[in-house]
T-cell receptor
């Protein structure tokens, strides 16, 4: 499955706690993306990266930050988790030479 | 930014029938339109895509058509089978503020194929 892993796969946390999700790829792809998936909303882009230390906001970036210190890892941080951030989070990667985007297995996050 | 609308939200067909899912997009600069299939509890999987310089693309039982003038594209599945049951998402690649492209997704269609 395109060499993408996400960790953790499941997490339950409490409101107000910080949470970091990790996306790891072995494809050496330049572009990496974080999405959240909620019923009725499809997949919505949170943040994306177009290279090491190069990131930008997507359509639902409030309450989230990201970091990419090396090509293979893209971290998503919820500084102070809220119940509205309960969701399934997917990471995706894309190479330079084509448009095809491949998804990781997802992380189910529950904020109580 | 880009807005992608997808219809219907649910679709039930009999095995062997055809299924059609339609999407419209708003940004005329969008140039790449993939379709993803997502089975319950799994990741979205790319099943077919089309670029803006092509009007139709086919891969076995699935096909995608694109009408750039009307800004809509459709997924066609023929001879449906129970294993086609899943949620299908369309997407359009549009320019972000950085000048980079990213996908905007439709809200999904739950396809149920009745045996």
């Amino acid at each position: 499955d395109a060499g993408i892993t996400q960790s953790p796969r499941h997490k339950v946390t409490e409101t107000g706690t910080p949470v970091t999700l990790r996306c790891h790829q072995t494809e050496n792809h330049r572009y990496m993306y974080w999405y959240r998936q909620d019923p009725g909303h499809g997949l919505r882009l949170i943040h994306y990266s177009y290279g090491v230390k190069d990131t930008d906001k997507g359509e639902v970036s409030d309450g989230y930050s990201v970091s990419r210190s090396k090509t293979e890892d893209f971290l998503l941080t919820l500084e102070s988790a809220t119940s509205s951030q309960t969701s399934v989070y997917f990471c995706a990667i894309r190479g330079d030479s084509n448009n095809e985007q491949f998804f990781g297995p997802g992380t189910r996050l529950t904020v109580l | 930014g880009e807005n992608v609308e997808q219809h219907p939200s649910t679709l039930s067909v009999q095995e062997g029938d055809s299924a059609v899912i339609k999407c419209t997009y708003s940004d005329s600069a969008s140039n790449y339109f993939p379709w993803y299939k997502q089975e319950l509890g799994k990741r979205p999987q790319l099943i077919i895509d089309i670029r803006s310089n092509v009007g139709e693309k086919k891969d076995q039982r699935i096909a995608v058509t694109l009408n750039k003038t009307a800004k809509h594209f459709s997924l066609h599945i023929t001879e449906t089978q129970p294993e086609d049951s899943a949620v299908y998402f369309c997407a359009a690649s549009s320019l972000m503020d950085t000048g980079r492209r990213a996908l905007t997704f439709g809200s999904g269609t739950r396809l149920q194929v009745q045996p």
